[in-house]
């Protein structure tokens, strides 16, 4: 009889024991989720938006003084590349010489971008490495690619989820919604035209300079132009395939 008791009493502390663990599991994940899906997208956000207004009152000062600011200012360091982004692998990262005489320097926020179906400002900054851009909330320039207003294609990608989700809602936009890119010296509207809403990882086609998906040969364009291309990942909190959404450059507005 004691020693049935005493078998007991174990079997109850090991149980007691077994549920503290699993309650303590439970509120550690449960934690780790808040971090990512509230924490990172407030973090994100916030630093996103005082970015914005950092650009606004740099455009509004003379140009000079601006400009020896920023010589002033040392470079961002140098990044991790995202490998969630469409076709880095495959497209490269060098600029083309063209593109380079120009472009911005790695991870340097440079234009706003503005959709007002999502009701999306955002910065753009020039990368696509997660801890350098993406993870800040940014929107991210496919170093290669052209520049906002430039003859080829401006292509961007932007976390769906977590992060500042950015590009969350892409998918809700429709062919002749308005999409703008300012800089300090002009403002470029793009229309939407195009949607392709689930491509391969690797389809570095819909961020060429005539965008043309490779895994969809079908899906794209097949004329030089001026065209606009945001990539995000999809399904939703997976990283699967890729959303991309086109637009071709409709209005230019100097500063």
Known sequence: MQ??????RAAARGLWT???????????LLLLVAHQLWWTNRQARAE?????????????????????AEEASPAPPVEDQDTSVVGEEEHGGAPTAAASLSAPRRSQAYAVLRIPRIG??????QGVSKRGVLD????GHYPGTAQPGRSGNFALAGHRNTHGEPFRHID???PGDRI??????AVYTYTVDKTLARTQPGDSGVIAAVPRSNAKPYTGYRTAGSYLTLTTCT???????????WGRLSGVRER
């Open 3 to 8: 020693r049935d008791a005493r078998g007991r």
């Open 18 to 28: 077994g549920a503290e663990l699993v309650v303590t599991l439970g509120v550690v």
């Open 48 to 68: 996103a938006a005082d970015t914005v207004h950092a650009l606004q009152r740099e455009w509004e000062e003379p140009e000079g003084v601006a400009e020896a």
């Open 120 to 125: 999306l400002t955002a910065p753009v900054a």
């Open 136 to 139: 800040k909330g940014y929107a």
């Open 172 to 174: 809700r936009l429709r």
């Open 180 to 185: 703008t890119v300012e800089t300090r010296d």
């Open 235 to 245: 399904p939703e909190f997976t990283s699967r395939y890729r959303l991309v959404v």
